[in-house]
Nanobody
Framework: QIELVESGGGTPQAGGSLRLSCGASGRAASWYAIGWWRQRPGKEREFVAVIGRSGNTTSYEASVKGRFFLSRDVAKSTVYLQMNNLKPEDTAVYYC????????????WGRGTQVTVSS
């Protein structure tokens, strides 16, 4: 069992940046691939990005590619989602998840952090 806690949400202006953090605690937390998802108002939860256990492999959803960047501090069991050139349509609750590999269904979820981008 691992616990995930997101932080860093806020209310940036369009064109601005924000960095979200996902802290993982618990047994073997560093052995999981960590993903980021978001749920926009009135929409289903959708995939944003994922990083592998070593931090060397990443994958991004098309609309955030080139604007969002993942990094992983294995020693701190923390994954960061750097979000640049934010757009109003990036407004959502952002969740991090943990799964055995980048391609498998997440096993654990955080509670989310709100990002509201103003135009």
């Amino acid at each position: 069992q691992i616990e995930l806690v997101e932080s860093g949400g806020g209310t940036p202006q369009a064109g601005g940046s924000l960095r979200l953090s996902c802290g993982a605690s618990g047994r073997a937390a560093s052995w999981y691939a960590i993903g980021w998802w978001r749920q926009r108002p009135g929409k289903e939860r959708e995939f944003v990005a994922v990083i592998g256990r070593s931090g060397n492999t990443t994958s991004y959803e098309a609309s955030v590619k080139g604007r969002f960047f993942l990094s992983r501090d294995v020693a701190k069991s923390t994954v960061y989602l750097q979000m640049n050139n934010l757009k109003p349509e990036d407004t959502a609750v952002y969740y991090c998840s943990a799964g055995a590999t980048m391609g498998t269904k997440p096993e654990y979820w955080g509670r989310g952090t709100q990002v509201t981008v103003s135009s």
